[in-house]
């Protein structure tokens, strides 16, 4: 996958050359450039934002770099995401559709955001997803640039050791994932389950569902509310 990323702050990035994405850049797996905004700006102060039409405080991108600067990255068939906290919401879901692109732009939006007129243009042109972390407000988008290709670089192909490491995780199935132990079987007094040191496999399968069951229910009810009725058993009972 390819994945350019366009922001005023390129530092802000840096964490995509380490961990586990870093090391899905040099298996040539992933291969990202960040850009400077402000390369495709044209006055001494190198300005990328102005005052809003209509008044109002803050100030919005200007519409003149970002259109050169999406001229320069956004080819056809690439698919630009816009995180907005006007957007649709991540989730595991938007994860799986952006690890099936072969190229991803970004554009980091600063202040109010950017003159909707670049956002309209680029979606004549290509495909455009404004994409929101969630109900809450981030000085900008590069945060979100971090954890969106956190969440996609861990589904590319060849990137996670143990796919099956994919099967159970939460959200893989609309459930919260169960608690997790290992060694010692005692730690200050607690003891892990004993059906999980059993050996029984099918009992520890039950366990592990129904404690999944048991923890959806009560931390988000509304996933286990949104559930297709198909992926609930007669055999389910909670913990
Ligand atoms: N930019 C500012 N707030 C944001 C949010 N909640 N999600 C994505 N991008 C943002």
Redesign the pocket.
């Known amino acids: 996958m390819r994945a350019d990323i366009v922001t005023i702050f390129p530092e802000y990035l840096a964490p995509l050359d380490l961990s586990l994405i870093g090391k899905a850049r040099s298996a040539g797996l992933l291969d990202v450039a960040v850009h400077d905004l402000r390369d495709w700006t044209h006055d001494v102060h190198r300005t990328v934002d102005d005052t809003p039409y209509g008044g109002g405080p803050g100030m919005v991108m200007r519409p003149e770099p970002w259109g050169e600067a999406l001229d320069a990255v956004f080819p056809p068939g690439a698919h630009l995401v816009v995180?907005?906290?006007a957007?649709a919401l991540?989730t595991q879901r938007t994860a799986h559709e952006l690890a099936a692109e072969s190229h991803l732009v970004f554009a980091c939006?600063r202040y109010e955001g950017i003159d909707q007129r670049v956002l309209d243009e680029a979606a004549a042109r290509g495909r455009v997803s404004e994409?929101?972390?969630?109900?809450?407000?981030?000085?900008?988008?590069e945060v979100?640039v971090l954890v969106i290709m956190e969440a996609v670089t861990r589904l590319l192909p060849g990137v996670l050791g143990n796919a099956d490491s994919l099967v159970d995780e939460s959200h893989a199935d609309g459930l919260l994932e169960t608690p997790v132990y290992t060694k010692p079987a005692v730690w200050r007094g607690r003891e892990v389950p004993d059906v999980l040191r059993s050996g029984d496999h099918g009992r520890i399968a039950r366990w592990r569902r129904a404690a999944a069951l048991t923890r959806t229910a009560q931390r988000r009810p509304d996933l286990l509310a949104a559930l297709d009725p198909a992926k609930l058993s007669k055999h389910d009972v909670t913990t």
């Open positions: 995180p907005s906290p957007g991540f939006g994409i929101s972390l969630g109900d809450y407000v981030l000085f900008g988008g979100a």
